[in-house]
């Protein structure tokens, strides 16, 4: 059983920062990438940043230059750095990580809201 465990999310000044985290436990012993969407009220789930091992990392233009992914293959944990955190991406951000068969595995989702 696949578990993925995220860190707890907050409230942030617009302009701050904040780290997620997600690290996976159970009986796959690594995964081909990991990952986070998000998902604010009323709008559809918006990808957010993959990073693929060994360590390509892709975001779209709305997060890129101000958020970073990496991650520990070791502890199969990855890490979200938000920096420059508008107002706008004030979500649920949810985890997941994808299996080398494609097997997608989710986290349990924590709210980011930035906010003055």
């Known amino acids: 059983q696949v578990q993925l465990v995220e860190s707890r999310g907050g409230l942030v000044q617009p302009g701050g920062s904040l780290r997620l985290s997600c690290a996976a436990s159970?009986?796959?012993?690594?995964?081909?990438?990991m990952g986070w969407y998000r998902q604010a009220p009323g709008k559809q789930r918006e990808w957010v940043a993959t990073i693929i091992r060994p360590g390509t990392t892709n975001y779209p233009d709305s997060v890129k230059g101000r958020f970073a992914i990496s991650r520990d293959v070791a502890k199969n944990t990855a890490y979200l750095q938000m920096n420059s955190l508008k107002p706008e991406d004030t979500a649920v951000y949810l985890c997941?990580?994808?299996?080398?068969?494609?097997?997608?595995?989710w986290g349990q989702g924590t709210q980011v809201t930035v906010s003055s």
């Open positions: 997941y990580a994808q299996a080398g068969n494609g097997n997608r595995y």
């Open positions: 159970g009986s796959i012993f690594g995964f081909a990438a």
